[in-house]
């Protein structure tokens, strides 16, 4: 039996790979659909929903897909829709123009931890081989005239049944589009060709507006003869609720909870992803303006506080700075050249190894070190830590995390912790080690927090609108030695540490921390300041 006939006309191709695409990559889709309108009530608004679905993709297709573009876009479309199916059914991922970004600044290694013999399979049933079919059916030839009326009464008709069923079931469209916004993010392909166009417009913006620096006015005002050291870890994928130095069940934090450490225990995210999260904590715009074309193009904390006279190091574990280190010094600790402790995945640890004598080598000039981790990256959990840290068990040994139970997930990540726990006083460690002739101290806050399975939803990259607490909800730690104790006021930091804070404030503390006077410094917003 033949998959296609001998030969289709353009219009029937379209509206063939527009039914297979609605029926085939909108599980989740229909799922969260039919949980906001169960079946028993709403059968006829759910085929109307098929059908306008069907309709409204068709359309779309028919604007760009002629004689030479056809095929190339059907297959790229299965193909890409295909692996955003097999995200959303199994990690409940959602394809806003944020995680087009992030899914663009996603490197090899971070791949592979997606692959699996079930995604492998999926692809080659729900992309592959559809693809094979498209790339060998014929297409009819017809007369430039014969295909301009056939389109237009295709596009007439389609308009037509969409009116027809929007019409119909006005009420339930209307609470669909107004009152559930979040279900149409599901929609796929629809929904990631709209961010992608998205994604791609403010790329354009950020590259057609002029770079702005600003803080030009910053000077180092330091109220210590020492110089001063600083230590800021941008974890990944920390969540807040799951340190047990915020009142965690499982001891997660045994080598913290040994240090004088300061807890902040409401603070949020500005994103819920990387590529947002990490340029727009460093940015001077706070999440509610912060948007990458602004943002990218104007003068960063780390900027100001180098232009002021520090000297500002990123090491980078993790997947880039985000375009934060462009204009200071950066060192990739992603591959064995520079890392010390890669078996075989490079450990945020080995950042440490060097990082005495260059510390060394900066005489006495003040010193901001970011270090920018792994941290607890996900979904292959069990990957992010040595083999000494597994200690709570059993743990998810797959990056099919919806095979494994909430339990085994949760150890996963739970070592993870551990492990970010270690660090972190290896960190401290190091702190203390140079605190005699230096003022030092640590801040590390997570980029992001995690969803493990809460609500059937894993990872995380939710729009912020509608992403869930657990993804949200982040954990921030300060650590003081006790001649910078005496700089500080350490009473109205634990203060501070009780109420919601945020990523806003990232840009205000370090510019205190740094002793960094500019008139861009709002003491309100350092977590730092009296
Ligand atoms: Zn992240």
Known sequence: MKLFPN????????????????????????????????????LFFLGSLFIFHL?????????????????PILILLLIISSLVSFSSNNYGIVFDHNMITNTFETDASELSDL?????????????????????????????????????????????????????????????FFRENKSLR??????????????????????????????????????????????????????????M?????DLKTNPYLEQEEVISFKKMTSCGTDTAFSVPCMFSLLDRSS??????????????IISNAGAKVLWLDNNSSSKSVADRITFKDYRSSELNSICNPECRDEGMLTNLQSFIDDQNNQDLLIVLHTMGSHGPAYYKRYPEKFEVFI?????????????????????????????????????????????????????????????????LHGYPYFMAPDEQKKIPAFMWFDESISRVFDIDS??????????????????????????????????????
């Open 394 to 458: 059993p743990v998810c040994k797959t990056n099919l995390l919806n095979e494994c139970s909430r339990e085994e997930i949760s150890n996963a990540y739970d070592n993870t912790i551990l492990y970010t726990d270690y660090f972190l006083s290896k960190v401290i460690d190091l702190l203390k080690n140079n605190s005699q002739d230096s003022d030092t101290a640590m801040f590390y806050l997570s980029d992001h927090g995690e969803s493990l399975g809460e609500f059937g939803i894993y």
């Open 185 to 242: 993010t599901y929609s796929n392909p629809i929904y990631y060709l709209y961010s992608t166009t998205k994604f791609v417009s403010s790329k354009l913006a950020v590259s057609s507006e002029p770079f702005k620096e600003i803080g030009l006015d910053a000077k180092i005002n330091k109220n210590s003869n020492l110089r001063r050291l600083v230590i800021l870890v941008v974890g990944e994928t920390a969540r807040s609720d799951h």
């Open 7 to 42: 030969k289709l006309s353009q219009i029937h191709l379209v509206l063939l790979i527009a039914g297979f695409l609605t029926l085939t990559g909108n599980f989740t889709f229909f799922e969260k659909t039919l949980l906001v309108y169960p079946l028993s009530e709403n």
């Open 115 to 175: 692959i699996s013999f079930k995604s492998i399979l999926y692809f080659l049933i729900f992309g592959l081989l559809p693809s094979i079919a498209v790339w060998k059916v014929s297409i009819k030839k017809i007369t430039f005239k014969a295909q301009l009326l056939e389109r237009l009464k295709a596009f007439l008709i389609l308009v037509v049944i969409s009116t027809v069923v929007i019409l119909s079931f006005s009420k339930h469209y209307s609470s």
């Open 55 to 71: 309709t409204l993709l068709a359309t779309l297709l028919l604007i760009f897909c002629f004689s030479k573009t056809i095929k």
């Open 244 to 248: 047990s130095l915020n009142g965690y």
């Open 290 to 303: 912060y948007n990458h074309a602004k943002g990218k193009n104007m003068s960063n904390a780390l900027d």
């Open 493 to 530: 930091i634990k203060e501070k540490a009780e109420l919601s804070q945020s990523h806003d404030n990232l840009f205000h503390t370090l510019l205190g921390l740094m002793d960094v006077e500019t008139e861009l410094y709002k003491k309100d917003l350092d977590l730092t300041a009296k």
